[in-house]
């Protein structure tokens, strides 16, 4: 066998082992970088030796082999990739190609290439009827149980569309950052490992055999970019324009130009911002605007004429974990914290790595002095998502908890109840003295603007605060401040700290900083006890009897206030004049008190979270599902099975124009 045909065949084995990890098990083992390298290798060698290109070849197809316990399903019209391109030169280049077929004016259309699951949509006659994911281009898997389910909630896919006859509908199912970052954190809390990126969380949502319910830990949302069957529209942004008003997501970043050299800059600045955008991208998707001049291009067996991705450069590279630190929080949970050579990820030098916990470790199998691919997408802390085999055996160094706290020395001990590792020493050790006063003057807490981290610690170095008492004691009295802020600065922070002196007892509870309880934990709180006074000699059977308060939250609120050291601090800060208000609560205030209302459908001139927020301060309760105890349903457009639920309870319902006599 000649090199090449050689080379060829072990190209073609490898794509399709990694097409196979990628698309069907969502767990691929190497970066997208390496990915395209492979790809275009083989590509360049079957374009040299084109009697070598056989219909199977990774070049020639789209996707992967389907899940074998999903149901498969047709594609109405085949669900095509898109041909690459990584540089300025390959843009022209297929700027070039268009203009020798399109004898006349073109456009362009470019939209941010969303990292996520490619999503089929059918309707019937306005009706949503089926859902599958891409497969392998020509058959996907069914997944029309998720896009139906309303408990399941994928923003952006309306139950109905004004359009008749049958048309399809395509885009990309995917997770937001914050989004991602909160579906970890429930998987945590679970003991699960949590999922290596975005879109493998959105891929194994979708894949699952029943509806995942717990809509607050997976926020999808359908991004549309494509449709077929729809008769008397012209072109790419007219579609967006008219799909828009059926309640669609189309990104907004979307950008209309007559002018590639207009495609080059915008591909460069949406590259320079993608980390503001607050989902994942890894590119630009370009297309040819006019959808009779994408019919007069044409398509190849795998990809279209008339559209092209900018690929951005990879957020995954390889480097070593040089040696591992543990860092004290102000719980006393010691969160490994990984130290790299440092390498060039996602448009920065990245020389540290969160490895979250010893568990994660474990998970992971990393070692000190091994090879790992490091990610960084958005704005979330760079992580370690895989590591490779060691060059040489017996390199590698096992990574061990301490069994004394690095910083006070303390013992550390295993949480029984969470996968954490802690240090004991409480408030005698400085790291969690400090971060206690950190979270405490935060903006959720009691946001005291103008005592930053460097200047806590520089207070506590030289002894000019203890904790958090101390902020309304020494920093108040002669001219501490100024020697650390200078005196404009100092005098403006001493107002603010004066100024915070009666805090919402929401708030102060939260910048307590007690284990296991968090801005909503406070809240209920608050609205339970109504006073610090009454939280401080709660019970632990009181504490539980609140909605949303489980035994671990309860146990630690208790906790928190019958330990002699954090009775002493409230001691002090109420010698500090902090008196935190008492939340007055009346039936004038709280007209909804006691009622449960439910939200279903897209509202048109109110944000569904704002909503929520204004029918719970005036006492109502926001719940997911109608049930019997439902007493009335906010219906938007496009609402689903929750309506129909309603109409056979007989619960009253609440149209959006509605809304204003309900939140006054």
Known sequence: MTPYRKRISELRELLNQHNHLYYTLDDPIITDAEYDLLYRELFSLEATHPELVTPDSPTMTVGAPLTPDMKEVTHGTPMLSLANAFNEGELVAFDQRVRKTIQGEYTY?????????????????????????????????????HAQAEAFVISGIPMQIPYRGEVELRGEV????????????????????????????????????????????????FCLYAGHGFEGILGQIEFF?????????????????????????????????RTDLGYEIDGVVIKVNAFDQQAQLGSLSRTPNWAIAYKFPAQDAETVLASVDFQVGRTGVLTPVGRLVPVHVGGVTVSNVTLHNMDEILRLGVHVGQTVVVQRAGDVIPKIVGVRPPAIEGT??????????????????????????????????????????????S??????????????????KHSVIRDISDIYDGLLKGKTLELWLGDKTAIKVRSVIAASRKPTLQRFLYALGIRNTGEGTSKRLAEHFRTLEAVRHATIAELKSIVDIGPISALSIYAFFNNPASLNILQKLEQGGVHPQALILNDAAQPLKGEIWVLTGT?????????KVQLESLGAKVASSVTTKTTRVLIGANAGSKAKKAKELSIPTVSESDLSKYLR
């Not at 309640?247 to 007559?258: E, F, L, R, S």
């Not at 509202?603 to 909503?611: F, K, N, S």
Request: glycine share 6%.
């Open 603 to 611: 509202l048109e001139h109110h944000a569904r979270e704002d909503v």
């Open 241 to 273: 324009a008219e799909a828009s008003t059926w309640g669609m997501w189309i990104n907004p970043q979307i950008h209309h130009t007559p002018s590639i050299k207009e495609v080059i800059e915008y591909c460069a600045t949406l590259e320079q911002s």
């Open 396 to 441: 590698q160094v096992t990574i061990k908890a301490p069994t004394k706290c690095p910083i006070c020395h303390s013992p550390v001990e295993k949480d029984p109840d969470t996968v954490a590792v802690r240090c004991t020493g409480g408030l005698i050790c400085p790291a969690q003295v400090k971060e206690s006063i950190v979270h405490f003057v």
């Open 443 to 460: 903006r959720k807490a009691m946001d005291i603007d103008g005592l930053g981290p460097v200047t806590i610690d520089n207070l506590l």
């Open 109 to 145: 259309v470019c939209e941010p290439k969303m990292d996520g699951l490619a999503l089929n949509l059918q309707y019937r006659n306005g009706q949503l009827t089926r859902a599958a994911t891409r497969g392998d281009g020509t058959t996907g898997e069914d997944v029309t149980h």
């Open 174 to 221: 995917f997770m937001t950052t914050s989004g991602f970052i909160r579906y970890n954190d429930h998987r945590v809390t679970q003991g699960k490992a949590p999922t290596v990126n975005a879109r493998n969380a959105a891929a194994g949502l979708l894949r699952r055999k029943e509806p995942y319910t717990d809509t607050e830990s997976h926020p999808l949302t």
